[in-house]
């Protein structure tokens, strides 16, 4: 059977891209919305930051489990599996009666996801070595540019549908990577009986240097940490430097989607620079890009200076996401793939519940500027996690 990677890895990034449209689409409005299913007034803050995160902390406990069945029945079944169920579960919000329920499906949710590690890990088994870098960044601006254009969209649906009717919406549009899925992606995959499988312990015998892998899956925890950590605090950072109370929705909105627009141009770009010169190097670079951004954050003076430093932020995370991926699929063995990209699947949603948790911690003890230092301090540390790794690992062998 002849795969065409290049079809597949453009049907993924579409599912990709609905998949991440279909997780923020609701995030403008789900305050709003847990008033009106009758929460009480003192505590829509609380159940509104458990609706968001529930659903990431529920789909890293599960990356594991759907890893491992990705390597058993295959990638593609999984992400059929992923779309027909967050179908369901993400239409279902439609109808719950309480905020109870809300946060039940929300979970669900979580449980029923993985279509993008199980995409990734699709498009790194088929694709050629030397485009691998560039397929996989191109992949990732798929999620990005979902998760960029969803809020807009989600809060547009909303204002012109309604609430309820935007679950609905969003249901179908799974339905649609369902179906995308379903008859145009492609695997050649034998399936493999529980018995037969190889166990994680002899997989992680296999590869070279564990610590690299390990390395991989912090920068990708605290990638998302550093991503996330602004989420609580950035309307109110903005309201302070700027002083202007009327306009600051929009200007927040403009400073979290400026990010996105930077990776979704830098993403594949950079992942063909790792092809052609290591990938290990842009993920460095990548680093010490960001370490550069947030220092600065914190000592800005206007949301134009923090917008600027937001975009330029975005091209390390271009940098990070494909290199990341790429590494992952060069270093881990080919019986194993989907259960090592379900365990970096789980540092990258832990990354998305400890953002916020961490950014409204270090808000509230130190002030929004302490914040970017504290995430500084997370580059840093991975800066040289990464470093003595990559280092170690090269006087062996190479990784490029």
Not at 182 to 207: L, N
Not at 259 to 267: D, K, L, Q, Y
Request: aromatic share 12%; hydrophobic share 50%; glycine share 10%.
């Amino acid at each position: 059977m002849k795969i065409d990677w290049r079809r597949n890895l453009w049907i993924s990034w579409i599912g990709c891209f609905f998949t991440g449209a279909s997780m923020s689409l609701v995030m403008p409005f789900i305050p709003l919305y847990i008033e009106e299913l009758g929460a009480p007034k003192n505590q829509i803050e609380l159940f509104s930051g458990l609706a968001v995160s529930v659903t990431a902390f529920a789909a890293a406990v599960v990356a594991p489990i759907w890893g491992n069945m990705a390597d058993r029945k295959g990638r593609r079944m999984m992400m059929i599996r992923a779309s027909i169920g967050m179908t369901i579960a993400m239409g279902s919000l439609a109808f719950v009666p309480n905020v109870y329920w809300l946060l039940i499906m929300r979970f669900v949710n979580g449980l029923l996801s993985g279509y993008m590690p199980n995409a990734t890990a699709l498009i790194a088994s088929q694709t050629p070595r030397e485009n691998s870098g560039w397929a996989l960044g191109t992949l990732a601006t798929g999620g990005i540019a979902g998760n960029l254009i969803g809020p807009s969209l989600g809060g547009a649906l909303a204002q012109l549908f309604g609430m309820k009717n935007v679950f609905i919406v969003t249901g179908i549009i799974l339905f649609i990577t369902f179906l995308l899925t379903v008859f145009f992606v492609q695997e050649d995959f034998t399936p493999v009986e529980k018995t037969e499988m190889v166990s994680m312990k002899e997989i992680f015998s296999r590869i070279d240097n564990v610590s690299i892998l390990v390395g991989l899956f912090v920068t990708s925890l605290i990638l998302q940490t550093g991503i996330n950590s602004i989420s609580p605090i950035l309307t109110l950072y903005i309201r302070q430097l700027s002083g202007n109370t009327s306009n600051v929705m929009f200007v927040s909105g403009l400073i979290v989607s400026v990010a996105g627009v930077s990776a979704i141009f830098s993403s594949p770009s950079l992942g063909k620079l790792g092809d052609r010169f290591g990938n290990h190097r842009i993920l460095l670079g990548g680093l010490f890009l960001s370490l550069i951004c947030y220092i600065p954050m914190g000592f800005v003076q206007t949301p134009l200076q923090l917008g600027i430093l937001r975009f330029l932020l975005g091209f390390s995370t271009g940098a990070l996401m494909p290199s990341i991926n790429t590494l992952i699929n060069r270093i881990s063995p080919v019986e194993g793939v989907s259960r090592i990209y379900s365990y970096n699947q789980m540092f990258t949603n832990f990354g998305q519940v400890l953002g916020p948790m961490v950014g409204s911690t270090v808000a509230h003890g130190f002030g929004y500027p302490a914040v970017f230092f504290a995430t500084s301090i997370l580059v840093v540390f991975n800066i040289i996690l990464s470093f003595f790794n990559f280092r170690k690992y090269l006087t062996k062998n190479s990784i490029v």
